[in-house]
């Protein structure tokens, strides 16, 4: 089985587990600082430390090796190179023993309902891994990345000692695009959107940095079991197979599957180009590295953020409007849409709440029916990040409305009041009916330039009231220096 399948037949299955935790609740917009903000942190106390230094003991201590991974797995693949660079800057550890293990699933269990509530669904673990980094290092977690393969992995990250500018950290763009560095008095966890979010790690100025990383996947039920799956495990075989069979059965397989486009070939997935925007920014790095020395901090962060990785959603797209950076979800497989995805009154978007930053619906609300079209505007709000934008068109908008006022309630809208009504009652404030003025704004959106004067353009916002709310408390109570996490709020 191919990552791009296995990526897809996760994020599939984190819908899955979102749907039934938000039913369990009775929410239908939740909210978590992890989805707003896309991180949330806990104090270490220090008998969890003093337990979890077993994940670091010397006996074992070993290096990192592209063959240390579990065969239910499939592999990161290391170059030597990548290799030799990865053993000079950190050292690796492998299984530890029982007691630091206990250590570590107790305190899980002690916040595994807070991690429920921030994600929003249940989850469970796919791979622990302890190294320690050495000051210096800018190569792989410590050069600026985002992890991808599936918008719903999500990591956990353990550091032992106080993160601080002496003994490293972790340092990311969040969802807002505000640079942050986790700092405090303490040492820390902190679960992070690292599938999506640009981050890199700090090394100590001396001595070594211990960090524990706990990998996370969507889950029914959540348990904190730990799994070990080695180094260089980059994802599990095997992650729901009803799933994985249903997507790989319609998959688009090539050009004979769309005759208008027989030389195309499926566009990379979103979380291959995640990473391949990740990849060019630390090619600009070096490059001015090599040219000017160290970067400006401005200049870097303003970098991170051109590369900082948004999520944008392409619904109801032909199957061959492939557009970089776009997630499409059409019902039709093509080299654009290479998983297809019905639009019904059952469908759930492939995508984690609160996560996109532009929605862009393109003909597709016309041909929904009544029920239909009021679920899929309830997963457009539920996956709409707070700030993110929502386009809406609607082709042949007139004729339609004439079809609809005369008795025709197959599709379509008898007014533009009606559509701007339905918007509005699934949580979005409408900003602007006018097409020249959306298309001034969105103008690197898929499509965007043809515009029909027959066609409606709509463009909204989420609502800043709207939904049943949890909201989290979770101030851990550490001052922390103003460049960094300040508060979890
Ligand atoms: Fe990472």
């Known amino acids: 089985m191919d990552v791009e399948l296995l990526g897809a037949t996760m994020n599939h299955l984190g819908a899955r587990s979102e749907s039934s935790w938000l039913a369990r609740n009775g929410v239908t917009k939740h909210r978590s600082q992890f989805l707003r903000r896309g991180y949330f942190s806990w104090d270490l106390p220090p008998h969890i430390v003093h337990g979890l230094r077993g994940f670091f003991a010397a006996e074992i201590r070993t290096t990192f090796s592209p063959s240390d991974y579990r065969e239910d797995y499939v592999p990161w693949t290391a170059s030597e190179t990548e290799m030799n660079l990865l053993n000079q800057e950190s050292v690796y550890f492998g299984l530890p023993n029982p007691a630091a293990v206990a250590v570590m699933e107790d305190f899980l269990h002690s916040i595994k309902d807070e991690i429920e509530e921030q994600l929003g669904y249940c989850w469970r673990i796919y791979n622990v891994r302890a190294w320690s980094v050495r000051p210096g290092s800018a190569f792989g977690p410590n050069a ?262 005369e008795g025709d309630n197959s599709n379509g809208f008898r007014s533009r009041d009606e559509l701007v009504g339905l918007l509005e009652g699934a949580g979005f404030s409408v900003r602007t009916v006018r097409a020249n003025q959306i298309c001034n704004r969105f103008s690197g959106m898929p499509n965007i330039k043809v515009m029909k004067k027959s066609s409606f353009y709509c463009h909204a916002v989420p609502a800043q009231t709207s939904g049943k709310r949890i909201e989290q408390g979770g101030d851990s109570g550490v001052n922390r220096r103003a460049q960094g996490i300040s508060r979890n709020d």
């Open 144 to 405: 600026w990345h985002s992890d991808g393969f599936s918008l719903y992995r999500r990591k956990l990250m353990f550091y032992l000692d106080p993160p601080n500018e002496h003994n490293g950290s972790i340092e990311f763009a969040d969802r807002n695009e505000n640079m942050r560095i986790l700092e405090s008095d303490v040492a820390q966890c902190i679960l992070f959107d690292s599938a999506i979010l640009m981050h890199r790690a700090r090394p100590p100025k001396t001595g070594v940095r211990p960090s524990i990383e706990v990998t996370t996947i969507p889950s029914m039920q959540t348990s904190t079991k730990c799994i070990f799956a080695g180094h260089a495990a980059l994802v599990p075989k095997h992650i729901n197979g009803e799933i994985a069979d249903r997507l790989d059965a319609g998959r688009y397989r090539g050009p004979e599957d769309v005759k208008s486009s027989p030389n195309e070939k499926p566009r990379r997935s979103l979380t291959s180009r995640l990473s391949k925007a990740a990849q060019r920014l630390v090619r600009k790095m070096k490059q001015a590295l090599r040219g000017t020395g160290a970067k400006d901090r401005d200049e870097e962060a303003m970098e991170v953020r051109k590369a900082h990785c948004r999520v944008r959603l392409n619904i109801g797209g032909a199957p061959t409007l492939g557009h970089d950076g776009w997630m499409n979800l059409g019902p039709v497989a093509g080299p654009g849409n290479e998983f297809p995805f019905g639009l019904d009154e059952t469908t759930l978007f492939p995508v984690p709440s609160s996560t996109v930053s532009t929605i862009y619906l393109s003909d597709c609300l016309e041909h929904l029916d009544d029920k239909a079209l009021a679920h899929i505007l309830g997963e457009v709000r539920r996956v709409i990040a707070d700030h993110g934008d929502l386009v809406a068109k609607v082709a042949d908008f007139g004729a339609r409305a004439k079809r609809r006022r």
